[in-house]
């Protein structure tokens, strides 16, 4: 089996090219090549498959094998490969994911794809949509007991579902502690990804992020999408547009209001090509 792995910055993925057939099991096999010290290491594995309803599928698999809905910096990164592969020649391309259909436009300068703008669909804040257990219309800035304790939350759904925690210090929190204590909390019956979340200035944060199945990674683009809702909602903003800075590097998150649709836009960069 040939891979290309990708990143959208440090957000890792091993592509395969499924759109002849596909003959292994990708849920175990993104256990075993996710494997940073026996694998290839990444934080899971995503599919290019035939699509009946847009360009392309993705399917993307997290490093315990679980299969998501949706990853920002996946569909980025896939929008990358199907264009430098040869297997379109479009600059917007439509991509199908669990979490719905997504449109990606492709910024090219000579020949290479330099950034990806994807219409990342509406935020989700309907209790029962993202689901989280809460009777309320909204479950915003919100104290809760959850994870052992009580915090001030705030949850949104991008295709997948997001708890948004403000923090004094993100850099200073045990995220292999506290992470896995939101991630299985009975408050989120699908589980859920958690971002720790400081403010920088008045369009610009700080954030960590903890994904179910994959423990803590260096980004993810459904959650900064979640987190520039969060902040503008509570307040800690005040542009329609932020900065979200990550571990990995900043994605320009856009909240267009009249549409109530989300736009992200960040890089995607090819690591290595590979053979299994």
């Not at 099991?25 to 290839?40: A, E, K, N």
């Not at 569909?75 to 990606?104: M, N, P």
């Not at 809460?134 to 919100?142: K, M, S």
């Not at 859920?192 to 683009?221: H, L, P, Y």
Request: hydrophobic share 35%; with cysteine; glycine share 10%.
């Amino acid at each position: 089996m040939k891979f290309t792995k990708m990143h959208g910055i440090g957000n890792d993925y091993i592509y395969v090219n499924c759109m002849d057939g596909m003959d292994f099991d990708p849920s175990q096999t993104s256990i075993r090549l996710s494997d940073r010290h026996f694998g290839v290491g990444s934080d899971g594995m995503i599919l290019i498959c035939p699509s009946e309803v847009a360009d392309f599928k993705m399917r993307m698999f997290n490093a315990d094998g679980s299969e998501g809905k949706m990853c920002g910096n996946g569909v980025r990164c896939f929008a990358k490969y199907v264009y430098a592969k040869g297997l379109t020649d479009k600059t917007e391309i439509t991509v199908e994911t669990l979490g719905g259909v997504k449109t990606a436009q492709l910024t090219v300068e000579d020949g290479d794809v330099t950034s990806v703008r994807v219409n990342m669909g509406r935020p989700i804040l309907e209790p029962a949509l993202i689901p989280v257990r809460w009777n309320g219309d909204r479950l915003v800035n919100q104290a809760v007991a959850v994870a052992g304790g009580e915090w001030h939350i705030t949850c949104v759904s991008m295709g997948n579902p997001h708890c948004v925690v403000f923090v004094d210090d993100v850099d200073g929190m045990d995220l292999e502690k506290t992470g896995p204590k939101f991630e299985n909390d009975p408050l989120f019956p699908e589980r859920v990804n958690t971002e720790f979340v400081r403010k920088i200035d008045d369009s610009t944060v700080q954030m960590r992020v903890w994904e179910r199945g994959s423990g803590e990674t260096w980004a993810c683009g459904t959650g900064a999408c979640a987190v520039a809702v969060a902040s503008i909602l509570c307040g800690y903003v005040t542009s329609d547009t932020v900065t979200v800075k990550l571990r990995g590097g900043d994605l320009c998150i856009e909240w267009n209001r009249e549409e109530n649709t989300i736009y992200m836009t960040g890089p995607a960069t090819f690591v290595f090509e590979g053979e299994v």
